[in-house]
């Protein structure tokens, strides 16, 4: 078999996974927003008290899926995504009432998304993907306007901050950060074109 073909199953398979986890967490997440906003106290310091930061070494978090925000909020509580500056210990104490209401807060809120330059070669990727790396569509999981999916536990990227964009495709491709889909699609990206890509979802809303 060719690689590009296993490669192929691989990803269609770590699909199916990602569609059956995305089921259990679905079901699991019933935040209350108001609760979230005063128990997101704490978080406001960096993300902004409504998940728009005023510095772009922090995530924007407004607008995005509670889904999502609730998977990453477990794994950095489990540790399994690494942050021992800040979030491993901010995510320690809290409970998962605390993390589904926190996630409802956040996901309600408006991303406000980042004047970009126009980007050819950003679009192209995220568009069409780079067929002759067999680099997928980022569209086809993220959205035509970088909105994500909610039920499939794809995160909204339209809007976010590129450096932070760009630090979580280095961060997959350097194996710093877990999961099988997006490490096997930045291990065929350049520097050139994780920049370009990240620009370009800055600027998408
Ligand atoms: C001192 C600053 C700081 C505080 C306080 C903080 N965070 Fe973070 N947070 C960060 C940084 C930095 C990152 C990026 C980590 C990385 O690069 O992996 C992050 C990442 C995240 C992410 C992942 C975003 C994504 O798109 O994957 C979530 C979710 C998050 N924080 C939620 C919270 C919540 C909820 C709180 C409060 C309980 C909180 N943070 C408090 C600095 C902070
Ligand atoms: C097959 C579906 C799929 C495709 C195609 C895909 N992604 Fe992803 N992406 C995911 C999933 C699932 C995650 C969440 C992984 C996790 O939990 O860490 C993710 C996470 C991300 C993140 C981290 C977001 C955050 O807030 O931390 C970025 C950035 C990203 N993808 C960019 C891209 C780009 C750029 C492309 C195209 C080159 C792309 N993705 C193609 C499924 C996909």
Redesign the pocket.
């Known amino acids: 078999m060719k690689k590009n073909t296993i490669m192929a199953i691989g990803l269609a398979m770590s699909f199916v996974a990602a569609q059956a986890f995305a089921e259990q967490t679905a079901a699991a997440v019933q935040g209350d927003a108001a609760a979230g906003k005063t128990k ?1 106290e ?2 406001g ?3 902004g008290a409504d998940g728009n930061p005023a510095a772009a ?3 924007k ?1 407004a607008g ?1 899926h509670p889904s ?2 609730t998977k ?2 477990r794994v ?1 509580r489990s540790q399994k ?1 690494v ?1 021992q ?3 491993n210990t ?2 320690e104490s ?1 409970t998962d009432a605390d993390i589904a209401d ?1 996630s409802a807060w ?1 996901a309600k809120n408006k991303v406000i998304p980042e004047k970009a330059e126009k980007n050819d070669l950003g679009q192209k990727i995220f568009r069409t993907g780079i067929p002759s790396k067999a680099v997928p569509a980022c569209a086809a999981c993220h959205g035509p306007k970088g909105e994500g999916n909610p039920t499939s536990v794809y ?1 909204a990227l339209g809007g ?1 901050y590129s450096s ?1 964009v760009g ?2 495709l280095h ?1 997959y491709k350097s194996g710093e ?1 877990g999961n099988e889909i997006m490490q096997t699609i930045t291990n065929r990206l350049s520097d050139e074109e994780i920049n370009a890509v990240s620009d370009y979802v800055s600027g998408l809303q």
Do not use: E, N, W
């Open positions: 997101s704490t978080c310091g960096c993300h070494v922090f995530p978090l995005q999502y925000l990453q909020l950095f995504r942050d500056m800040v979030m901010m995510a809290l926190i956040f995160p976010q932070y630090k979580s961060d950060r």
